[in-house]
């Protein structure tokens, strides 16, 4: 399904992309419109997988070429692994450049089944920054959203557009498509924009032409993080209007996944929601990589419009005195303060909220049996782990994907690892069967022929003095390990 396949781009490319703004916003400038239902905004360029050696760019390229190959051939059959495949090729493509995802319209009622969605109408629109040549991001989308070269698939009809300002594009549809199933793209001197539901492109340029002629609700969110946080550049937004969602899909409130995600992450009775990220600068003195500075804000149905309350998600500084760990390397660090029960019971809430209300049921049972079975197991595993969790791209991530990072955990003063390790391992359950364990790094076999090894984690550091440290592959505990050391060799020796 088409709108599957585009919602892929936007979760993944788009949870942790031109020069780093000197705005001190960089969704006030021009270009989302004001009554735009949601929008993502990143700007990747000073990540260090945005900025990778030649030789790594050339690995890069040839795996997404890789890639690209599978999902326009259709080779992979089973449909979850070809989705999960077609959004990792997404976010590869577009992760390492500076992108907005908007949606524009959105008006859907219920499947005929009674579950899901059927839109009537719907325009996204995606737009990648990059004055390079757009042959290889046209062939990616050819391949997602078209299906080229996939045995089968039903040949439809290109034609061209005009649009506001000059811009010249393509509009491609099926005969069997419904108009919210076009998929369109234009070129300009500075971005390659995808549009998905007729129209999109036209009421996107459309808006770059004009001034928009009511303050955008998001601008009460942008202002209260300004207030409160030091002066940085703002690199990520993403903001969503739940009540014009409310209003276009409303039986999506009534009973469903929605509903439950809302209740779960306590926000029910939210108007809108916005997630902010800045760059905050070392202090004088200080040597380590630039802060990330990350906050949640959202608005009340039962408070006037413009009343927009907010909640920090990580620290402005180092916390020197609360961490015993060096920061490390990267072009970038987030730390955050954990209460590290109320993150896992909210998490794996969340995995019943988020399935179909005719498995929502059964999963609830599945989480209530595993903390049944982990009671004991569970408290003892947290209290080995001080409350903080850190967040760098050390080492860089081969593809420069969101949240592809690096994720470290200190253990207490004197905590055991073994023990540590072991308790991991029960909580895990009969998962393990997917799990690979070799010279202490664990990983989690994503694929069926074990290449994809996401997540992976381990323990650097020394016996008495360890750090559990997770990502996106191996290397994460590997390199981290020759850095800080091997406890478990420590243990040995």
């Known amino acids: 399904m088409r709108l599957f396949q585009l919602c892929v781009v936007w979760s993944l490319v788009g949870l942790v992309s031109m020069k780093a703004s000197a705005d001190p916003v960089v969704a006030q400038r021009s270009g989302i419109p004001s009554d735009a239902v949601a929008y993502w905004r990143l700007d990747t360029s000073r990540f260090a997988a945005s900025n990778a050696d030649p030789a790594a760019k050339a690995q890069r390229r040839f795996l997404l070429a890789g890639m690209r190959a599978a999902v326009a051939s259709g080779i992979i059959k089973k449909p979850g692994a070809a989705h999960a495949l077609e959004g990792l090729l997404a976010a590869s493509e577009v992760g390492s450049r500076p992108h907005t995802v908007c949606l524009l319209d959105l008006t859907a009622g219920r499947e005929p089944s009674g579950t899901g969605m059927a839109p009537s109408e719907l325009r996204i629109v995606l737009e990648i920054e990059t004055p390079t040549d757009h042959t290889a991001l046209l062939r ?22 005009t649009l506001p300002g000059g811009v010249q594009g393509v509009t491609y549809r099926e005969p069997d498509w419904a108009p919210w199933h076009d998929v369109s793209w234009a070129s300009t001197d500075h971005s390659f924009v995808i549009g998905l539901g007729a129209g999109a492109l036209e009421r996107w340029f459309g808006a770059q032409q004009v001034d928009e002629p009511t303050e955008p609700a998001w601008r009460a969110h942008q202002s209260f993080v300004d207030r409160v946080r030091p002066k940085g550049d703002v690199f990520f937004e993403a903001y969503l209007a739940l009540d014009r969602v409310r209003q276009g899909f409303p039986e999506a409130f009534i009973e469903g996944r929605v509903t439950r995600v809302l209740e779960t992450l306590s926000l029910s009775n939210a108007r809108d929601v916005m997630v902010h990220g ?21 608005s009340d149905r039962s408070e006037k419009p413009g009343i927009v309350h907010g909640l920090p998600i990580s620290e402005s500084r180092w916390p020197t005195k609360s961490l015993r760990m060096a920061p490390p390397p990267g072009s970038y660090l987030i730390v955050m303060r954990v209460d590290w029960e109320r993150w896992v019971r909210t998490a794996m809430n969340l995995f019943p909220a988020s399935s179909r209300s005719s498995k929502a049921f059964r999963h609830r049972i599945e989480v209530r049996n595993w903390f049944s079975r982990t009671r004991t197991t569970l408290p003892s595993f947290l209290s080995k782990l001080e409350p903080w969790l850190v967040v760098s791209d050390y080492p860089t991530p081969m593809t420069p994907i969101p949240g592809a990072a690096t994720y470290f955990a200190e253990l207490t003063p004197g905590a055991s690892v073994q023990e540590a390790g072991e308790e991991f391992r029960d909580l895990i359950g009969s998962h393990m069967k997917r799990v690979t364990v070799q010279d202490g790094v664990w990983w989690f076999s994503a694929d069926p022929g074990g290449v994809l090894r996401i997540p992976a984690w381990g323990f650097v550091g020394t016996e008495d003095d360890a750090v559990m440290v997770g990502g996106w592959g191996p290397p994460v505990v590997t390199e981290n390990r020759t850095r800080l050391g091997d406890p478990f060799e420590a243990a040995t020796k």
């Open 140 to 161: 990616t989308v050819r391949a997602i959203l078209i299906g080229d070269g996939k045995a089968g698939d039903q040949v439809g009809a290109q034609h061209e557009l």
């Open 278 to 298: 800045r760059w905050v600068e070392a202090s004088a003195g200080e040597s380590h990589a630039p802060m990330i500075a990350a906050d949640i804000t959202w």
